[in-house]
């Protein structure tokens, strides 16, 4: 469960009377997620959730996110709006944390999505790409490229995770720097459109949420993450050819990627892969041992880069 910071309730009812949303009925931590605090919050005008922003979302960049969500709902994409108190405001403060009340979105999140679910997945991807190109917001990618090295140094010792994982990031890195390319299509990316950011009833895509990593980056780099994350077994060894052509062709369906970007997806690919496996490798070093947390194992994502490191890895990333 990701809490990592309780809810005083004299505080919670102190926050809602700034709001039109009525009075506090319960609020109860949720236990999907690793990054920030979420609570499912009712009160006598609905259901909302109630987000604590932790460790790797600065405050600064809040006002970007909320730009962001409010253009892509303008623009029809399925995304929950923060809700604003009586005097305008989104971004508050509670337990010492910012914290945002944010729409409830009716859906669920999936595990094991079928390839009609990757393939609906893939298109809302390409329709939020489009809808964001005239979005004038930028955010730099801390969790880009750039960064992976720092990422991995803040890590820690990264044998204790997995052994002989050091040797295996440092000369990923080493070989991703070489070759990362420059100038591809970019604008805001989501970044990290993993199932369990993507709610569903059957094969409809009924919310796109947890946008804090949202940054300026490669579209294809997108497309790339949303591939490590909706084709592959839970044990990352094995790539669903029938999900990942869906995937890919949903995606299509609204964007049409360029030669170079196709050429290019093998290697962001193995950057997605890196990028997760170091996060979730500094996670599994640095979670607070009283935080009511899941760790997200980074061994998976391992196997993924492996994966995507073969010679057929092209294979993988084509539309069917
Ligand atoms: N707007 C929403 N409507 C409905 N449910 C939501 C909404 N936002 C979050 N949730 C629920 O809360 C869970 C955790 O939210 P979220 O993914 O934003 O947390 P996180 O800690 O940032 O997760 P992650 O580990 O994916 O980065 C989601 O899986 C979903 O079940
Ligand atoms: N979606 C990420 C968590 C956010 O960094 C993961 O599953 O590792």
């Known amino acids: 469960m990701a809490v990592y910071t309780a809810v005083d309730p004299d505080d919670l009812a102190a926050l809602v009377a700034h709001y039109d949303i009525g009075t506090v009925l319960s609020c109860k931590g949720i236990a999907e997620g690793v990054e920030n605090s979420n609570f499912l919050l009712e009160t006598t005008g609905g259901r909302f959730i109630l987000t604590l922003y932790e460790k790797r979302v600065q405050e600064g960049d809040l006002p970007f996110f909320v730009d962001l969500l409010g253009h892509l709902a303008r623009q029809g994409?399925?995304?929950?709006?923060?809700?604003?108190?009586?005097g305008g405001r989104a971004i508050q403060q509670i337990s010492g944390r910012p914290a945002c009340i944010i729409q409830f979105l009716a859906g669920i999140s999936l595990t094991h999505p079928t390839?009609?679910?990757?393939?609906?997945?893939?298109?809302?991807?390409?329709?939020?790409?489009?809808?964001?190109?005239?979005?004038?917001?930028?955010?730099e990618n801390s969790m880009?490229?750039?960064?992976?090295?720092?990422?991995?140094?803040?890590?820690?010792?990264?044998?204790?995770v997995l052994p002989g994982l050091q040797a295996i990031v440092d000369a990923e890195l080493a070989f991703?720097?070489?070759?990362?390319?420059?100038?591809?299509?970019?604008?805001?990316?989501h970044a990290d459109l993993f199932p369990d950011n993507v709610l569903m009833l059957g094969d409809r895509v009924t919310g796109l949420i947890d946008f804090y990593f949202a940054a300026t980056d490669f579209r294809a780099y997108d497309l790339a993450v949303t591939h490590a994350s909706w084709t592959f077994s839970d044990d990352g060894r094995t790539c669903d050819g029938a999900r990942a052509s869906a995937l890919m062709r949903g995606y299509a369906s609204e964007i049409d990627l360029s030669a170079d970007e196709v050429a290019a997806l093998p290697l962001l690919a193995r950057g997605a892969a890196l990028r997760f496996l170091l996060t979730r490798a500094h996670d599994w070093i640095h979670t607070p041992?009283?935080?009511?947390?899941?760790?997200?194992?980074?061994?998976?994502?391992?196997?993924?880069?492996r994966r995507y490191q073969a010679a057929d890895a092209a294979d993988l990333l084509r539309a069917g």
């Open 77 to 86: 994409c399925p995304v929950p709006a923060m809700i604003r108190d009586r």
């Open 115 to 139: 390839p009609a679910q990757c393939a609906a997945a893939g298109a809302a991807l390409g329709a939020m790409h489009k809808a964001v190109e005239d979005f004038s917001g930028a955010r």
């Open 144 to 160: 880009g490229c750039a960064h992976w090295r720092s990422v991995a140094t803040a890590a820690g010792d990264l044998d204790t």
């Open 176 to 189: 991703l720097d070489d070759r990362w390319p420059t100038d591809l299509p970019r604008h805001v990316i």
């Open 289 to 305: 041992a009283d935080a009511l947390v899941t760790r997200k194992d980074p061994a998976p994502f391992l196997e993924r880069l």
